[in-house]
């Protein structure tokens, strides 16, 4: 923890069944969190898989504690430990976690990135919910918030209720409930009470959902990390070492120093004189002149070894007697 204890949290992942594919189901962090609660949420996913003919299986996971006391470091530091005590049970091909209570896109990337750190490589469909950045899907963030709308509006015309013009009240105004009365709101309808954990508000006359929202702090978190993004954007690295070519795969950053070691090494070996270019040695004063070297054509029958005896090794017509 951030005051240098050691706390130690329990956490659960459920896979309920994995007949029609990959276990698929959300991580929560809640002090409530109990492991029939996780396998009954399991056991849901399976089912609503199943109906909606999605190629997937039914899990789900938690932790045991209370996020609102928690600093983000301290977050982090419970998401890679969790995901790390889990690393062999998920994956692409077993089990994808999601986003859930008290989690969102942020809890996301950190799940992807250490599970990325374990295997060696970059994976990012080992989860879903992360940040468009990372891989994630436009309109993820409100796809549960819009599936609750569309509900709302269906049953609506069942009974006979025109949705515009229809007072709503929000219980739950989280990342779900937020985005419904949003939407709920651009559909027509008046929302007039919102409520969460901590409280509620009540308008006869109608609340301004956008101002609502942004006083939630999930919110207030979200748009400072957008507008720090916005502020400072992401700048290339300098390339280092040999040019990339058009037509190869750009080298990852990691291995940029190393390539860049490599091209100086290359370098200096160029710049090393050849030996095979080298004039040879000139004769030393006083040595004989068998040892001097001409490029004078001398006839072989006036050669001479070093014994003194003529030799005969290349001549052109008849031997002389």
Known sequence: MDNGEIEVFTGYRVQYNITLG???????????????????????????????????????????????????????????????????????????????????????????????????????????????????????????????????????????????????????????????????????????????WKGGVYNAKGLDIPEADALRPAEQERRRIHRRRAAEPVRPLPARGRRAHPGRAREPDHDRERAGHQGEDRRRRRQRPDDARREPLPARAGASSSSRTSSRTVPASRRRSSSGCRTATATSGPRRK
């Open 22 to 196: 990959p276990a698929k189901g959300g991580i929560r962090y809640h002090p409530g969190v109990t492991l029939d609660e996780v396998t009954a949420l399991a056991a849901w996913m399976t089912w609503k898989c199943a109906v909606a003919h999605i190629p997937f299986g039914g899990g789900k996971g938690g932790v045991i504690c209370d996020p609102t006391k928690m600093s983000k470091r301290e977050l982090e530091a419970l998401t890679r430990r969790y995901v790390a005590e889990i690393i062999d049970a998920i994956g692409p091909e077993k089990d994808v976690p999601a986003p859930d209570v008290n989690t969102n896109e942020q809890i996301m990337a950190w799940v992807m990135d250490t599970y990325s750190m374990h295997v060696g490589h970059t994976t990012t469909s080992v989860v879903t919910g992360k940040p468009v950045e990372l891989g994630g899907s436009l309109g993820r963030r409100e796809a549960t918030g819009r599936g609750v709308m569309i509900a709302t509006r269906e049953a609506a015309k069942h009974v006979g209720l025109n949705i515009k013009g229809a007072t709503v009240a929000v219980q739950g105004f989280g990342n779900v409930g937020g985005i419904s009365a949003e939407l709920l709101a651009e559909a027509g309808a008046k929302i007039v009470a919102v409520t969460d």
